[in-house]
């Protein structure tokens, strides 16, 4: 009888890139057939792009990693032999390891994670264990976005908010190609352009959203912050900006000491009696308006009371103050459009025409919607009122070593209009808003790292002032990465860029055992591959690696898995449990949290085994305490049942997921574990929605019922408003221990000139670093990647479907500019910066400005890489610009400093600097440089023919 084929569809959510839209999985006969978007889900209501309905590909890779394997003996690293062990031999070998090295020195131990949605579980782990020695990829990712605009209006863009497009008039794109949050933001600007809507994109390259703006404003990289602060010049001098939003919302109006032979030069001044009456808060309301009514200083958000935004005053006691409005007028006066237009090579009268569009467009066509809140001041408000202009920017503005500075300015520009989380501007996302800076705190010194015990405060916080840095006495840094030392002190989400190199060199020490998941760190996720690929393989003396052990977790065959010691097999997203949980990045929308799950719909492939179950596994063989009972024994039996059962404090209620909490799931956000709490999400499109009273959905820096709720539901600590730091005492505190004033902690004296430089409570323009350190004569382009449209960073380049859309990448050139080098259209080139060289093939386009080059991210590999064939298109045409970026510039006397902002250490992929040259009639039409061609690994599976497609001339079809 003819078999009758089963046929299932299965709801879960994607992972084609981190935008996590519902899917529907069809299954027949339990194998995947197509993937297709959940109509029913809130983020993409059933849309689907072509990177999710791409996911089959990936789950049927040949790059998939099948087994534990163990590198065999006297075989070197990067090699790529391998010999396949069981995951018990793969668990004893861990957990003795890391068991010796917990009741030692647990900072030997370092564990860094890539692009994964983990984080809580993974920093849960790291802390447990006790050492600092953790971060996941933000520091090489954006952080200058989420720290910019964190410690200015206490949120930021993409999980935790973004553009109204539903009620904005103009939205301004900035630096962002091909977003994170890809489809919502395809479906939001389509309707927004349906609607009448004006979209402007500022970008040096016009792809992905720039191509379908409605104008495209080409600029400078890494000169974003000239362009930002001209504007806010001309908003400044035209009066464009919303001044009761700013008054009552901002500390526009608070009074900063400005009598620089004060010990309290820089700081707010504050109000005794109100000092003594705010003991306990957060942020105390104790900072002081002139008040124009009175004529007299007054403790802000006095009733009545109207403060002074310009001026100069001097109070009885004979300091002299300015507001922090003032200030920023001062810093802003000499930002004119015309010094920003020779900066940025955008027309002086464009600026003033982008500034008049935004003011004139927040002030004119004002929204009022008819929702009554109250204030955090107790004052009832009829309805929400709110300026439809709103923005988006991401890695163009973050990945420069003035980023920070940049982002300061577009939050203080959005500030300024009076669009923060107000109808057609910017509206956060929960957990957000949040305190600023946020509550959570990094340890402060050595002590916090104790054998056996875990690590004494959160792997990554918040540092508030400088009391709160990870230093040792003498100023040096107690991470690996150095983050949240004086050369870094905001480096609120690590440092990965510079793992290996410090482990290499062993600054500030050694360590013994460098666990890497889902991070390319021996390709694309690293600056400087070539050297880092030999520092993975460098020896000392007595034969020992640098790095003694590297394990490796991943899915797939990866340049990064050659160089491990031990490699532990991955699922796919399909094969796993997930939780994109409250603790983490949710997917929440404006009207309230969101939290979502994957659910398997289809087994592990061999003895693949998601890295959640290895962490849940480690942390109970080695009696992590969060992980174990009182009594010892084992807490979890695996990761669902650590996802249910897991509270933040015993008893707290608050988990992994705020979804049908409670003993039957009767509860939200807060309950008890609920055992059937999976299943509950599973019938409902693997999410919960928490939609927010009305009156709680906008104005929640300072709306008091959402404040509250907040509050009682653990999202945020305290309830007070936060006010927007127009002008940052937090940065202020820094820049004073710099100067040798104050009570806390002093920089090391090589390191004082720059804190003092780099934290100013206003933002301000300079160069990149590295431009700084490069003759620009000699190398007189800056040379950027975009992310492709079809693939997540460098997520599926390797996929079948998508391989048809990029299967090698180009350098694209203005046709001015290669003209000028005598380069013709698709001629084999040679890029070089001052710290090395590829060559890679030229392409014409008029869509980038013609001081820029640049190219898709992360297409090319090194050959045989991920099972491709070693000719494939990929290793012969494709290239990296990766090697040509330091992870390093020259620090003087002592030693290398990071590529990376200064403030954040985010690094700095976007201000290398280049020159282009054709290639010599004689070489090879191959891309350089080249690698040893990889080999597949035991438990692979055979190429099918069809994936030798894309491969150059001589491979096989
Ligand atoms: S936008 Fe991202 S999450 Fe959504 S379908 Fe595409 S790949 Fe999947």
């Known amino acids: 009888m003819a078999h009758t084929p089963s046929q299932e569809v299965k709801n879960t959510t994607c992972y084609m890139c981190a935008c996590r839209c519902g899917i529907r999985v069809h299954l027949r006969d339990g194998e995947v057939r197509y993937i297709d978007g959940n109509p029913d889900h809130p983020i993409n209501k059933g849309v689907i792009c072509a990177k999710g309905s791409s996911g089959i590909m990936k789950q049927y890779s040949p790059a998939r990693l099948t087994q534990p394997l163990r590198r065999k003996q006297g075989a070197e690293r990067g090699a790529g032999e391998f010999e396949p062990i069981s995951w018990d031999e793969a668990f004893d070998t861990l957990a003795e390891r890391l068991g010796k090295i917990r ?3 647990p900072k030997q131990f370092a564990l860094f994670t890539g692009r994964d949605q983990m984080q809580a579980l993974t920093g849960l782990f790291a802390k447990q264990y006790g050492t600092p020695n953790y971060a996941a990829h933000g520091g090489f990712c954006s952080v200058n976005m989420a720290a910019g605009m964190i410690y200015t209006i206490g949120g930021s863009f993409w999980e935790f908010g973004g553009p109204d497009l539903d009620r904005s008039k103009l939205f301004v794109m900035i630096g962002t190609a091909e977003d994170h949050h890809s489809n919502p933001m395809k479906i939001a600007i389509s309707k927004f352009k349906r609607d009448g809507g004006r979209f402007i994109s500022i970008n040096p390259v016009r792809t992905g959203y720039s191509a379908i703006a409605d104008e495209w404003v080409p600029i400078r990289p890494g000169t974003d912050s000239a362009l930002l602060l001209a504007i806010i ?10 001044r009761d939003f700013l008054v009552r919302y901002s500390n526009a109006g608070q009074l900063v000491n400005v009598d620089e032979a004060n010990d309290d030069f820089g700081m707010f001044l504050r109000s005794e009696a109100a000092a003594d009456e705010a003991e306990g808060c957060y942020d105390p309301q104790d900072k002081l308006w002139w008040d124009r009514k009175s004529d007299r200083p007054v403790v802000t958000h006095t009733p009545e009371a109207d403060p002074y935004l310009l001026g100069e005053f001097r109070l009885q006691d004979g300091t002299t103050a300015k507001p922090a409005f003032q200030l920023l007028q001062d810093r802003v006066e000499e930002y004119t459009p015309e010094w920003a237009a020779r900066i940025t090579g955008i027309p002086a009268d464009t600026i003033r025409r982008l500034a008049h569009e935004m003011g004139v467009t927040a002030r004119d066509q004002r929204i009022e919607l008819p929702i009554a809140w109250t204030d955090s001041w107790g004052v009832e408000h009829d309805s929400v009122t709110g300026n439809p202009v709103s923005f988006h920017a991401m890695r163009g503005l973050a990945a420069h070593s003035n980023g920070f500075h940049t982002i300061r300015a577009l939050a203080i520009l959005m500030s300024l209009l009076g669009t923060i989380d107000r109808p ?10 949040r305190p600023i800076p946020p509550c959570a705190r990094p340890p402060k010194g050595p002590e916090a790292v104790q054998p056996g015990q875990p690590l004494d405060g959160m792997v990554l916080g918040w540092p508030a002032d400088p009391d709160d840095l990870f230093v040792d006495e003498q100023g040096g840094p107690v991470r690996i990465d150095k983050a949240f030392s004086w050369e870094y002190p905001l480096a609120v989400h690590g440092m990965m860029h510079n793992v290996i190199t410090n482990a290499w060199r ?8 460098l666990m890497i998941f889902m991070a390319n760190m021996a390709w694309n996720s690293t600056m400087n591959t070539v050297d880092v690929r030999k520092m993975l393989n460098d020896k000392e003396e007595n034969g020992e690696y640098k790095i003694p052990f590297l394990v490796v977790a991943d899915a797939f065959q990866s340049e990064m898995t050659a160089f491990a010691d031990l490699v532990l097999p991955d699922t796919t997203y399909l094969e796993r449990h997930d939780v994109m949980s409250m603790l983490d990045r949710p997917i929440s929308e404006y009207d309230g949290p969101i939290d979502s799950v994957r659910i398997p719909v289809v087994p592990p492939k061999g003895e693949c085994k998601p890295f959640q179950e290895v962490l849940i596994e480690l942390g109970s063989r ?3 305490p969060a992980f174990t009972t009182p009594e010892g024994k084992r807490k979890f039996r695996d990761y669902p049942d650590f996802v249910v059962n897991y509270e933040t404090e015993p008893g707290s209620g608050i988990g992994f997921l705020a979804g049908w909490r409670g003993k039957g799931g009767e509860k939200s956000l807060r309950g008890e574990p609920n055992p059937n709490q999976w299943e509950m999400y599973a019938k409902n499109n693997c999410v919960f929605h928490y939609e927010l009273p009305k009156s709680y959905q906008y104005m929640r820096n300072w709306n008091k019922g959402y404040l509250e709720w907040s509050q009682r539901n653990r999202i945020t600590r305290y309830a007070e408003p936060i006010l927007i730091h127009l002008y940052s005492e937090v940065l202020m505190k820094f820049r004073a221990a710099a100067q040798g004033k104050g009570s806390s902690r002093r920089p090391p004296a090589h390191l004082a000139e720059r804190v003092e430089t780099y934290f100013d409570p206003l933002p301000f323009y300079y160069d990149p670093l590295e431009c700084q350190a490069t003759d620009k004569h000699t190398y007189p382009l800056a040379a950027v990647t975009q992310r492709p449209m079809a693939m997540y960073h460098s997520w599926d380049s390797q996929n079948a479907w998508l391989r048809q859309i990029h299967a090698h990448n180009l350098l694209f050139v203005s046709p001015r500019t290669a003209k000028a080098a005598g380069i013709e259209d698709e001629d084999w080139i040679w890029v070089e910066s001052q710290w090395g060289k590829v060559r890679c093939m030229a392409k014409y386009s008029e869509a980038v400005e013609p001081g820029t080059v640049w190219t898709w991210n992360a297409i090319g590999k090194a050959a045989g890489a991920w099972n491709l064939t070693p000719q494939a298109n990929e290793s012969r045409k494709g290239f990296l610009l990766n090697h040509l970026i330091s992870e390093e510039l020259p620090g003087g006397a002592q030693g290398p400093i990071s590529n990376s902002d200064p403030v954040t250490g985010q690094a700095a992929w976007y201000d290398v600097r280049v020159r282009i040259y054709k290639a010599g009639a004689d070489e090879p039409e191959v891309t350089s440089p080249q690698f040893d061609t990889m080999k597949p690994y035991p ?15 001589g491979g096989k079809k």
């Open 939 to 953: 438990g692979q599976a055979k190429r099918p023919r069809i994936w030798n497609f894309f491969a150059a001339k």
């Open 506 to 513: 062993g600054d500030p020490y050694k360590i013994d055992t």
């Open 424 to 433: 057609g501007g910017f509206r956060h996302k929960a957990p957000f808003p």
């Open 622 to 624: 080695l009696k992590l």
């Open 103 to 105: 009741e030692t020195d």
């Open 233 to 242: 010049h001309e908003i400044m001098a035209k009066g464009l900006y919303d």
